[in-house]
């Protein structure tokens, strides 16, 4: 038996008390699902009352998601289930827009306001239409999330298909370049549409492999140690502040969804692969000075670009969980669960919000709470009750001496 088990069958009941009885019952008592138009309002203060009814689009596919998710993992629940089935109706019908593109923001009820070159809205209205249909036995919902992917699949292996034709941001004749951040979401997607459609798992298996090589080709970068956010078409550095960018938060989601995949095939070439980007990113991300992980770090120690660099952001230290237990429990190294308590710690007694219940988003460097808002249309129930599940059940492995399982 793990040396840690009985301390990690004491994480478990915590991490479960907490997505039960502290972070969704303080989401369903917010006005986040709006029982008048459908869909989520995630702009929500401190004590969960509204203060933008603007919709994110995102939001409506992550909290879909998480919804559904809960009722997979622990059963089908009155309230949750209503909150699902409140959200997939406003989805469906609102956030898309005719050229099949989805929106970035709507109005509460519905009417387009913004839309974004990037497919990340697609992204989550697979996993949450996967995941609800897998909960609520709705293949039609599976079979929605399917053809959006490939509609993603597409657009990422010819960007000349994408039908949302504009003015580019950029000009790739000067300069092209390859994001970390979509064939992150590819793989993801791959997996939990992998775990919804079992009948298709091969395939699926096929796209993540796919997916997790060019993440390994272009982006990890074994002679920088770090995995670089944005690089040339072949994977070349690029010597200015996006170039030089790493994302702490980015590299260890990646890493854990490379360490779930190789939980899945055997490849232990991935698994040593994905423990080195999780490695160098926490070596990097990690603040010596004041504790917690820095957003942003430049891979030569010059000044990073964006002004928030050294804030620290929820869900980096969710990421960090999840891939410390994870690594933990495909390894059985010692510093994977000294790192998650140390992160544990640091995120529980400076995040979490005693008074009102879920966490704080947003705190400066010293760890003082810089925004006390407890949503936004970037923040709300996803980053933290996923990284609250997923820690139970990888807890609830290493306590049982288990082998891992792949976690989407």
Known sequence: MCKHAEKAKEYQQFYRDQILNNVMPFWLDSDLVDKTYGGYISSVDREGRCYNEDKSVWFQGRCLWTFSALCNQYGIRPEWQEAADLGKPFLEKYCTDEDGRMFFTVTRDGQPLRKRRYMFSESFYVISMAEYGLAFNDADAIAKAEACYEKMLAMYHDPA????????????????????????????????LRRCDPAKAEYYTAVADEMADDILTYHYQPEL???LENVLPDGSHIDNPAGRTINPGHSSENAWFLMSQAAYTGDKELLNKALNMFDWA?????DKEHGGMLYFVDVDGRPCEQLEW???LWWVHN???IASLMAYGMTGDE???ERFELVHEYAFSHFADPDHGEW???L?????????????????PYHLPRCLMLCDRLLGLIAEGKEMQPLL
């Open 335 to 337: 510093k994977y669960w």
């Open 225 to 227: 140690k770090c995995t």
């Open 319 to 321: 990421e960090v969980l």
């Open 310 to 312: 050294d804030m620290k």
């Open 360 to 362: 704080y988003g947003y």
């Open 161 to 192: 298909s994408d039908p949302f034709k504009i003015t580019p941001k950029g000009y790739a004749e000067t300069r092209s370049e390859r994001s970390a951040a979509v064939p992150m979401v590819l793989v993801s997607a791959a997996q939990t």
């Open 364 to 380: 400066h460097r010293d760890g003082t709470v810089s925004h006390t808002q407890k949503g936004s249309l970037w923040k709300g």
């Open 282 to 286: 926490f070596e990097r991300g990690w």
